[in-house]
């Protein structure tokens, strides 16, 4: 598993000012997929994992799509800043 494929992007300051933010919980979400990503490399028929994984990628999804309706602008960077692909449903 590599411990260092996380998104250290989020600074300290930011995380303890608003750790509801939209941002925060995506970046939460992403740290939680890479790692889950990673995990899978080494064990391939961990099911239950895989359901989380699902899970997590649903829940991300959904706040991406709020924030996209809501501040397109933050949208794209935070998209960039993560490097996430863009959702093709709309």
């Known amino acids: 598993m590599v411990k260092n494929s996380f998104i250290p ?9 608003n750790p509801g933010s939209v ?6 979400f992403t ?3 890479r ?4 995990h899978f ?8 994992s895989q359901r989380g994984l699902r899970k997590i990628l649903g829940k991300r999804q959904r706040l991406l799509s709020y924030l996209s ?17 863009e959702s093709q449903i709309r």
């Open 9 to 17: 992007v989020i600074s300290q300051e930011k995380k303890e000012k």
């Open 23 to 28: 941002e925060f919980q995506i970046f939460k």
């Open 31 to 33: 740290n939680r997929i």
């Open 35 to 38: 790692r889950l990503t990673s």
């Open 41 to 48: 490399e080494l064990h391939r028929k961990d099911y239950l």
């Open 69 to 85: 309706k809501k501040d397109r602008i933050r949208y794209k960077k935070l998209i960039n800043q993560f490097d996430i692909r």
